[in-house]
């Protein structure tokens, strides 16, 4: 109360001035709407997501009302219970691969995906008319060149996988490779590159139109870059990307977004150009610390 009589009498400033509640509110629901507009795929928890990593906190009820006052719909998905849960404890423990199947202009594509488990990060993907060999083949081999040989890969014995009578050619890869093959027994198993087709299909081939098999490519590259890069992960906490947890910087992004840092978070580092030491040992604080892969997995205390 001494402030604002202060303040009538021109001696300093209204402890109860600044926007209106309802410029709040309006300023809240251009920043809704610009998120929508930028990822038209993407439903009210995902927008509630991707602006709580900017530092903008906001309910999933209200980013659903201003949305549906919008036009926004929400699709109809039957959901069905996991009975089994499960993830991999550090990036390359297992991989899985999967395609997805869509026409372009009446011509029909299959894109391979390569999902590690632990990150959810697209550590590859492929393009081709049919489900070949030679297309698994050198996707997985650029995969494993640009991230790590992986130490197991899950598929649904597709016929560019699996051979029923002799060794397929993938398997023999695998083989030379050292990397053991985990056939998924149940759709739910390989339920993790599943819910990353669906949600492919939804944030990009039903929102955008192709002219060609060329520009599909190019639109898909983009989509990966930013699914890894940007977009945030219910299964990750909702605040990280699939490229914190596969480079090891979940602890700092978290701590950067509590902070306030949200807005101005890759400003000051680029996941993107940071190199993964597969292994290392350092010292913190006369403490030895072992990492594996970008995460922590050993402490030696001072003696």
Excluded at 226 to 237: D, I, P
Excluded at 278 to 295: D, I, N, P, Y
Aim: a positive charge; one cysteine or more; hydrophobic letters at 35%.
């Amino acid at each position: 109360m001494k402030k604002v009589e202060k303040a009538a009498k021109g001696e300093g400033t209204s402890p109860t001035g600044g926007p209106s509640s309802s410029e709040i509110e309006g300023q809240r629901d251009r920043e809704i709407l610009d998120e929508w507009k930028r990822h038209p795929g993407l439903g009210p928890s995902q927008i509630r997501n991707q602006l709580g990593r900017k530092g903008v906190r906001v309910s999933v009820h209200t980013v659903r009302n201003v949305m549906e006052e919008a036009g926004y719909r929400p699709p109809k998905v039957k959901r069905e219970p996991h009975e089994r849960r499960y993830e991999a404890v550090r990036p390359n423990h297992l991989w899985h691969l999967d395609f997805v199947n869509r026409h372009i202009n009446r011509a029909s594509t299959f894109t391979l995906i390569l999902i590690d488990d632990y990150s959810r990060f697209c550590v590859g993907h492929g393009v081709d008319d049919a489900e070949r060999a030679d297309m698994v083949i050198k996707t997985f081999e650029e995969a494993v060149e640009r991230h790590g040989r992986p130490e197991r890969v899950m598929h649904d014995r597709g016929s560019a996988f699996w051979s029923w009578r002799g060794i397929s050619r993938f398997t023999s890869l695998l083989v030379e490779l050292g990397i053991d093959q985990v056939v998924a027994e149940d759709k739910e198993h390989n339920g993790k590159v599943e819910v990353f087709n669906a949600n492919l299909h939804k944030e990009l081939f039903n929102v955008q139109r192709f002219y060609d098999l060329a520009e599909m490519r190019r639109r898909l590259a983009t989509h990966l870059h930013w699914y890894n890069h940007s977009r945030t992960h219910h299964a990750l906490g909702g605040l990280l990307v699939p490229a914190d947890r596969q480079y090891g910087r979940s602890e700092e992004v978290l701590a950067r977004i509590e902070a306030g840092a949200g807005r101005d978070l890759d400003k000051d580092f680029d996941l993107r150009d940071r190199c993964l030491d597969l292994f290392k040992v350092s010292a913190q604080s006369g403490k030895t610390e072992v990492w594996l892969m970008g995460q922590r997995v050993m402490v030696f205390p001072k003696k």
